[in-house]
């Protein structure tokens, strides 16, 4: 699992800094997840091969976190992409990207999907047989989703040595990589963990994008491997958060502490601010597991 941090601050691009957008690469999987302005120069400036990109979460109608979509939508086409392209996010999202495709006079050579949300209650968005990715209703200033993304369980291993031993059947195999128990022609039941080693552990990431302190959000993401979350204010400036509907950085710790997350990743910080070590400071007040800051272009191995 791999994080890369395309931009991370809050309302406006700058020369040094980047509105929010990031890729997670995981399973396989390239997704793209929020799209500010220079999401595309960002891509490119991390030399990520952005062709892989097929599912796009756009976590709300913000212009710092879907400016950046159009272009790079534009830009597959430019490059001839073939592949389909998924695209999530709040309803309203089809029509303003195809009103600018239509007035623009222009098309994509590839088939392009909006799966929009409405539903104010965590749901599946999508799933293979390699992750699943859930919604994460958020409390923001227009309808807001964040997204947990989640490895699907991988199946048991094969004790081999242990199984020949008892002369199990391969045809039995498969039996024991799905968790069942096994009986021999002595009537012997043979228990799985005998026989088998438990899979790789599961991954698990969630993005808390635009949020004012809620803990409604954790029982969703209870447990999280690693859990980014909008941290765009210090306690000097909590006074704001209710007007903004957003957090500050302890109230960031607070969350990743009630959901006993394994690792918290801060961002979304507010451009007044000149050292972001001071949003790490805030947090480790009230979270002691493992704080990352995210900055533009920083890249993470989760």
Do not use: W
Not at 84 to 95: F, T
Not at 103 to 126: A, C, D, M, P, R
């Amino acid at each position: 699992m791999k994080l890369t941090i395309l931009g991370c601050y809050a309302a406006t691009p700058r020369t040094i800094t980047n509105p929010t957008s990031q890729v997670l690469e995981m399973n396989g999987h390239m997704f793209l997840i929020d799209a500010g302005e220079g999401t595309q120069v960002q891509l490119r400036k991390k030399k990520l091969k952005f062709q892989r990109i097929n599912h796009i979460f756009i976590s709300h109608l913000h212009g710092d976190h879907f400016y950046g979509l159009i272009g790079l939508i534009s830009t597959f086409m430019l490059l001839n992409r073939k592949a389909d392209l998924h695209v999530y996010g709040p309803k309203g999202i089809k029509e303003v990207i195809l009103l600018q495709l239509r007035l623009s006079n222009s098309f994509t050579g590839y088939n392009l999907y909006f799966h929009e949300q409405t539903s104010k209650e965590s749901k599946v968005i999508f799933q293979d047989d390699k992750v699943i990715v859930r919604t994460i209703p958020l409390d923001h200033r227009v309808y807001t989703n964040g997204y947990l993304f989640e490895s699907v369980p991988g199946e048991r291993k094969l004790r081999i040595g242990a199984i020949e031993d008892l002369g199990i059947d391969r045809c039995y195999y498969q039996k024991i990589k799905n968790g069942g128990d096994i009986t021999l022609d002595s009537g012997e039941v043979i228990k799985n963990k005998d026989i088998s080693y438990d899979p790789d552990p599961t991954e698990s990431y969630a993005f808390c994008s635009d949020t004012k302190y809620s803990e409604a959000v954790v029982p969703i993401i209870k447990n999280v491997k690693v859990l980014y979350h909008e941290s765009t204010f210090l306690d000097s400036e909590e006074h704001y958060t209710e007007r903004t509907k957003h957090c500050t950085a302890k109230e960031a710790g607070r969350i990743a502490t009630l959901a006993n997350a394994g690792t918290l990743v801060m961002g979304h910080y507010s451009t007044r601010y000149n050292d972001i070590k001071l949003f790490k400071k805030e947090a480790e007040t009230v979270y002691s597991g493992q704080i990352l800051l995210a900055d533009d272009g920083k890249e993470f191995d989760l």
